[in-house]
Structures are given as C-alpha cells and as structure tokens.
C-alpha cells in the first residue's frame, strides 16, 4: 500500500510564507487525485485543496488567492504554497489519496 509523508511544516511569521511537502510511497498523484486537509487545535479536519490526475486545482474560500497546490510530473510528490499565512493558517496539515493518509505536519504562525 502506498504511504504518503508531509514535511515542510514549521514556525513562519504573519503574513510570510511555507511550502509544505507530500511524498508518495510511489507514484500516485500520477493516477489519483489528492487532497491537504488541515486541523487547527480543538477544531475539526477541514478540505483545503485538491489537485487532479490531470492538474486541475481548487480551493477553500479561506485559503484561496493565497494557497497554490501542485504536484510533480513524476507523480511522487505534491506541494502546497502557502503565501501571506494568517493565524488562521495555524493547523496540522495533512496529504490523502483515495483513502490514504498521511500523519501531518504542523504549522504555527507568530506574531
């Protein structure tokens, strides 16, 4: 079975930026669409992004204009560009793939 890990998580300021990072076991954004989902402290896991076999992206209204979701023509990896971070942003985010999920990785904005 595929697995799938996130990095690129880490302490960034308002209003600057991050790109996160989601490896699959094996190429399956090649053949599978994939989603970033993000949990905040004591809310529950929200959709974020989605990205398509064929390249296609959409986006919550709360993050779209300033969330870019792509994905390497390998198909192994998958991005997220966060720019112009709120509060808000400040989550555990996490990669799927049909029913695969990663363990996240976490994210704090600061002041």
């Known amino acids: 079975q595929v697995q799938l890990a996130e990095s690129g998580g880490g302490l960034v300021q308002f209003g600057g930026s991050l790109r996160l990072s989601c490896a699959a076991s094996?190429?399956?954004?090649?053949?599978?669409?994939m989603d970033w989902y993000r949990q905040a402290p004591e809310r529950p896991r929200v959709w974020v992004a989605r990205?398509?076999?064929?390249?296609?992206?959409d986006y919550a209204d709360s993050v779209k204009g300033r969330f870019t979701i792509s994905k390497d023509s390998d198909g192994n990896t998958a991005y997220l560009q966060m720019n112009n971070v709120t509060f808000e942003d400040t989550a555990v985010y996490y990669c799927?793939?049909?029913?695969?999920w990663g363990r996240g990785t976490r994210d704090t904005v600061s002041a």
């Open positions: 094996r190429p399956q954004f090649r053949n599978y669409a």
């Open positions: 990205i398509t076999t064929a390249g296609t992206a």
């Open positions: 799927t793939s049909r029913t695969i």
